[in-house]
């Protein structure tokens, strides 16, 4: 199976600054099959992007998804409050689908 | 606006049979996607459980494939989930979710609010 490694753990940041959060597959992902998620506490997890730079219906454009083959990159441009939160990336490129362990972004 | 509900026991002994439901509103799922089953837990992180369309067509996780079973019932707008013989290593949040199909099964485009289960020995 594909194995999804992202970094960092955590990143510790303010409201208002660039977040970038990495996800690294284990063999190259053709045609960008990647979707990455937000789960806030105690809510269920939310779609923001899939094929890897397409904004899910309703997503604010300060996310924003880039990457290709092994290595994938999602930036949130400017933090709002609500953006403090945990993020997955997934692949749908093989069976079974799989996600990465989650990257935390918590209030500097 | 499409709604996902989770429902079934929290605690679960061990060796036993995990029987869960998803609730589906705002939308009925006999008008298409697949209907999957994931679960998150500190020692696996998110995993692909199974998924399933409304005429009962499945794929399943190669890892669980033995041990899951899922069904789907039109007429509540329904779907569950089984899983046999529980360890401690199932116990998890169960998430049931909205599967899109592009080009196969591809990502997950809502989820329920996970229901937590506890296996106990």
């Known amino acids: 199976e594909i194995v999804l490694t992202q970094s960092p753990a955590t990143l510790s940041l303010s409201p208002g600054e660039r977040a970038t959060l990495s996800c690294r597959a284990s063999q190259s992902l053709s045609n960008n099959y990647l979707a990455w998620y937000q789960q806030n506490p105690g809510q269920a997890p939310r779609l923001l992007i899939h094929g890897a730079s397409s904004r899910a219906t309703g997503i604010p454009d300060r996310f924003s998804g880039s990457g290709s083959g092994t290595d994938f990159t999602l930036t949130i441009s400017r933090l709002e409050p609500e953006d403090f939160a945990v993020y997955f990336c997934q692949q749908y490129l093989t069976s079974p689908r799989t996600f990465g362990q989650g990257t935390k972004v918590e209030t500097k | 606006q499409v709604q996902l509900q989770e429902s079934g026991p929290g605690l679960v002994k061990a060796s036993e049979t995990l029987s869960l439901t998803c609730t589906v509103t705002g939308y009925s799922i006999s008008d298409g996607y697949y209907w999957a089953w994931i679960r998150h837990s500190p020692g696996k992180g998110l995993e692909w459980i199974g998924s399933?369309?409304?005429?009962?067509?499945?794929y399943y996780n190669p890892f669980l494939t033995s041990r899951v079973t899922m069904s789907a019932d039109t007429s509540k707008n329904q779907f569950s989930l089984k899983l046999t013989s529980m360890t401690a290593a199932d116990t998890a949040v169960y998430y049931c979710?909205?599967?899109?199909?592009?080009?196969?099964?591809?990502?997950?485009?809502?989820w329920g609010q996970g229901s937590l289960v506890i296996v106990s020995s």
């Open positions: 399933i369309y409304y005429s009962g067509t499945t």
């Open positions: 979710a909205r599967d899109v199909v592009v080009t196969g099964l591809n990502w997950f485009d809502a």
